[in-house]
């Protein structure tokens, strides 16, 4: 699986959209890009993923650009909940979830 | 929909002791996994069943861990014996296909904090 690069911490004030960066420049054609989110004291929650479209659920947004080399998940209007860990993975099929350490991301009133 | 249930929460032992885990995965999920974290760090995939086989146990310490899954439904892990390095949250997760592709993400448990003292 590639690796990815996340920075390590995030504030993003309450109302606000909050723009979280993924690099993963060695990515595969068949690779897909899976945001987590991990909320203290609980286990990771699936947010959305994507291949090569940009994707948009009612958590999130998924922006992955042309080459693939990065993508940005956006949380529209940020709130105190969404205090928590982003987890930016890159897999390909049948292979599991390998974790790094994540973007700590405070919302903050 | 029912999510993945994990037991007990909590668990303090002493090192040497045993422990075990629960997990009941979502009903229908035919891959579980049982991940460790440690804190300050993002979960470790220790082994991955499809049904009742192992896929993949490359970073379980099978000197110390064992993990099955009886029936291909619920699945224990435990510890013996335990060390202080082991104190984590150990989270299992299921899926309904393996790999988590095509929209079938992910869904974990709450996790059991294991307190090695």
């Known amino acids: 699986d590639a690796k990815t690069t996340q920075p390590p911490s995030m504030d993003c004030a309450e109302g606000r959209a909050a723009n979280l960066p993924c690099n993963h420049s060695?990515?595969?054609?068949?690779?897909?890009v899976y945001w987590y989110r991990q909320i203290h004291s609980q286990g990771p929650q699936y947010i959305i993923h994507?291949?090569?479209n940009n994707e948009t659920n009612e958590m999130a947004s998924l922006i992955i650009t042309e080459d693939r080399k990065s993508s940005t998940l956006i949380l529209p209007h940020a709130t105190l909940r969404d205090t928590a860990v982003y987890y930016c993975i890159v897999t390909g099929g049948g292979n599991k979830l390998t974790f790094g350490t994540g973007t700590q991301l405070k919302v903050e009133l | 929909e029912a999510g993945v249930a994990q037991s007990p929460r909590y668990k303090i032992i002493e090192k040497r002791q045993s422990v075990a885990f629960w997990c009941n995965p979502i009903?229908?999920?035919?891959?579980l996994y049982w991940y460790q974290q440690i804190l300050g760090q993002g979960p470790k995939l220790l082994i991955q069943?499809?049904?009742?086989?192992?896929?993949?146990d490359s970073q379980l310490p099978k000197d110390r861990f064992s993990a099955e899954r009886l029936k291909g439904v619920d699945s224990t892990l435990k510890i013996q014996p335990a060390k202080l390095e082991d104190s984590a949250v150990y989270l299992c997760?299921?899926?309904?296909?393996?790999?988590?592709?095509?929209?079938?993400?992910?869904?974990f448990g709450s996790g059991t904090r294991l307190t090695v003292v």
């Open positions: 997760a299921s899926s309904l296909m393996a790999g988590g592709t095509a929209g079938y993400g992910y869904t």
């Open positions: 060695t990515i595969s054609g068949n690779e897909y």
């Open positions: 009903s229908g999920h035919a891959t």
């Open positions: 994507g291949l090569k």
């Open positions: 069943f499809q049904n009742n086989g192992v896929v993949d």
